[in-house]
Antibody, heavy 120, light 106 residues
Framework: QVQLVESGGSVVQPGRSLRLSCAAS????????MHWVRQAPGKGLEWVAV????????YYADSVQGRFTISRDNSKNTMDVQMNSLRPEDTAVYYC?????????????WGQGTLVTVSS | IQMTQSPSSLSASVGDRVTITCRAS??????LGWYQHKPGRAPKLLIY???SLQSGVPSRFSGSGSGTDFALTISSLQPEDFASYYC?????????FGQGTKVEIK
């Protein structure tokens, strides 16, 4: 079955960088878009970014545009997000999710999440 | 696209019929999904394409609507249904969620 496992979450100071990873298994990774979604403490779900099946098309939420960079390695079935210039408001559980299509579609399968805390 | 979901919370009893609504700021056709989220768990897709039931999801969940107005209905609330629910538009990028609805036990 589909399995998505996030890693890399930790406590980091404001202004610093962090890289999260998502390891995928149980499906043909190269055929699907992959997304990051986050949930800040006490808040709702917020879509963060997507990378299309071939790694060439990427979109970001306004809140992270210019600071976060999403990428994927179809040879390793992994997806990453490089998070720079972190702010306290980036504190959240970060989920990776599989899209239902190569670029579009909704989010069908999700990982359990990894916690990022931005604090001095 | 802004997604306005209501109510933000509701209290209901086991066996109740519950309806949550979501309004899009522009026509999104049927490009809408509904998700259930429990604390500490991965969100779960319930409904896609506004009204299609995801495989394995109980039939008491149903979705309706198109264009700008959508609804998720739980026909007979079960103990395991107490959770938060979100709509998500997949019409374009950036994707946007509704603010969420927390369903609590009365």
């Amino acid at each position: 079955q589909v399995q998505l496992v996030e890693s890399g979450g930790s406590v980091v100071q404001p202004g610093r960088s962090l890289r999260l990873s998502c390891a995928a298994s149980g499906f043909t990774f190269r055929n699907y878009a992959m997304h990051w979604v986050r949930q800040a403490p006490g808040k709702g779900l917020e879509w963060v970014a997507v990378v299309w099946y071939n790694g060439l098309t990427k979109y970001y939420a306004d809140s992270v545009q210019g600071r976060f960079t999403i990428s994927r390695d179809n040879s390793k079935n992994t997806m990453d997000v490089q998070m720079n210039s972190l702010r306290p408001e980036d504190t959240a559980v970060y989920y990776c999710a599989r899209g239902t299509q190569r670029g579009g579609g909704t989010l069908e399968d999700w990982g359990q999440g990894t916690l990022v805390t931005v604090s001095s | 696209i802004q997604m306005t979901q209501s109510p933000s919370s509701l209290s209901a009893s086991v066996g109740d019929r519950v309806t949550i609504t979501c309004r899009a700021s522009q026509d999104i056709g049927n490009y809408l999904g509904w998700y259930q989220h429990k604390p500490g768990r991965a969100p779960k897709l319930l409904i896609y394409a506004a009204s299609s039931l995801q495989s394995g999801v109980p039939s008491r969940f149903s979705g309706s609507g198109s264009g700008t107005d959508f609804a998720l209905t739980i026909s007979s609330l079960q103990p395991e249904d107490f959770a938060s629910y979100y709509c998500l538009q997949d019409y374009n990028y950036p994707r946007t969620f509704g603010q969420g609805t927390k369903v609590e036990i009365k």
